[in-house]
């Protein structure tokens, strides 16, 4: 099944579906322009027409691969459960699950690592910084603060909260490499469950 869907036009996905394919096997510096078109099926002028350069063509792409798994876990989380808790369980595990369901979306994250263009650099740092964002903006907007102890400063715990699952998700990623193996995910659900709990306990009523 082809990540794009432009029903306006097939010929960007085709050109957007082997660039895809080619940033991810290859990194951005060794990609081929040519290899591009050619798997495409169409005219080098067809693909700058669309896409102005290379760069904007690999941004492009990191933006939207970030954009499908932010989406994917804006129609699995829970929002209306205003336990923050319960919806940054369900976020972590939902967003381990997307990127298993796109592979080559994991391949273009991790060579991106390896970029050494400033400008792709500062681009792709700052959609991901942005999308993490919007992503625990929506998990902390209409929580139900009564939940937790008059105690303790509010803000503060959510910091707390935020920065642990971070940790957590950052090196199951790091050990697991994305990778859905035999208990991997069930690991992390334990890990996270783990914490939250005891969050849950310092932190709630």
């Keep these: 099944m082809s ?13 957007l579906e082997a660039a895809l394919i080619e940033f991810s096997d290859k990194g951005y510096k060794k990609a081929s322009t040519n290899t591009i078109v050619r798997e495409a099926g169409v005219s080098k002028g067809l693909l700058f027409h669309y896409y102005k350069s290379k760069k904007d063509l690999y941004i492009l792409l990191f933006s939207y691969a970030n954009k499908v798994i932010e ?6 989380v829970n929002f209306a459960d205003r336990d923050v808790l319960n ?3 369900q976020s972590t595990i939902t967003n381990i699950e997307a990127y298993d369901r796109h592979p ?8 991106n ?6 400008e792709i650099i500062e681009a792709t740092l700052k959609i ?18 009564y939940l937790f102890s008059d105690t303790i400063n509010i ?9 642990t699952i971070d940790r957590i998700s950052a090196d199951w990623k790091l050990e697991h490499k994305f990778e859905m193996k035999s208990g991997a995910l069930e690991q992390l659900s334990m890990d996270v469950s783990h914490y939250l709990d005891l969050f849950r306990s310092a932190f709630y009523r």
């Design 3 to 15: 990540e794009f869907l432009h029903k306006d036009d097939q010929r960007k996905d085709r050109i």
């Design 155 to 163: 803000d503060r715990s959510l910091e707390v909260i935020k920065w």
């Design 71 to 76: 989406d994917e876990i804006y129609a699995e």
């Design 113 to 118: 690592a390896k970029v050494e263009e400033p």
């Design 128 to 145: 991901g910084k942005d999308t993490g964002l919007r992503i625990y903006e929506k998990a902390f907007n209409n929580i139900d603060y």
């Design 87 to 89: 919806r940054l369980y």
């Design 104 to 111: 080559l979306f994991v391949k273009l994250f991790e060579l």
